[in-house]
């Protein structure tokens, strides 16, 4: 980034103001993602434990001939589970499809600028083709550490669980 405030600060400003955009972009969709798959995680713990149950009764179902009565009753659980994750998974594509409109549109912005200071003489035709070229760098770097941020949050999330589970005053032996 350095070397792009040295070529020219019209450009590494835009850079800043773009990397600031496209960060809370992917912030804001984690953010959704994480609220959206509460609702369906608490419904699959309810799934499961149905499940557990249903093992554990399978022959007094046998027994009452309840069968048809928990296969509807499973069926209809677990479609509500399948229908609210397919909508937090649409919710979360369409964050991803904004992001990459707006990283489209920030790439076009980027060379209209570099066009307009070129004309201007205040940026060489060479420096706007290395910095073109570096601008995928910068954004293919800030990818992975929202990536990085994105995956360390799902990992606390399942291991905040996990030790949840393994407290014994919260779930007693």
Avoid at 68 to 79: F, G, P, W
Avoid at 107 to 114: E, G, K, P, S
């Amino acid at each position: 980034m350095v070397a792009i405030f040295i070529v020219n600060k019209y450009i590494f400003l835009f850079f800043v103001v773009s990397i600031i955009l496209l960060f809370w972009f992917r912030k804001t969709r984690m953010a959704a993602w994480f609220e959206a798959s509460k609702e369906w995680r608490k419904q699959e713990e309810i799934n499961t434990s149905l499940i557990t149950e249903i093992i554990r009764g399978l022959r007094d179902i046998k027994v009452l001939n309840a069968s048809k009565n928990i296969t509807k009753v499973m069926n209809e659980k677990l479609s509500e589970s399948f229908n609210k994750r397919m909508k937090t998974n649409m919710r979360f594509q369409k964050y991803k499809l904004f992001a990459t409109v707006a990283r489209g549109l920030i790439d076009l912005f980027f060379v209209m600028l570099a066009i307009y200071l070129t004309k201007a003489d205040l940026l060489t035709t060479t420096n706007f083709i290395i910095l073109y070229m570096y601008s995928s760098r910068v954004y293919t770097l800030l990818d992975y550490m929202a990536e990085f941020t994105e995956v360390t949050k799902v990992f606390n999330v399942a291991a905040g669980r996990t030790f949840e589970l393994l407290d014994e005053e919260k779930y007693p032996k």
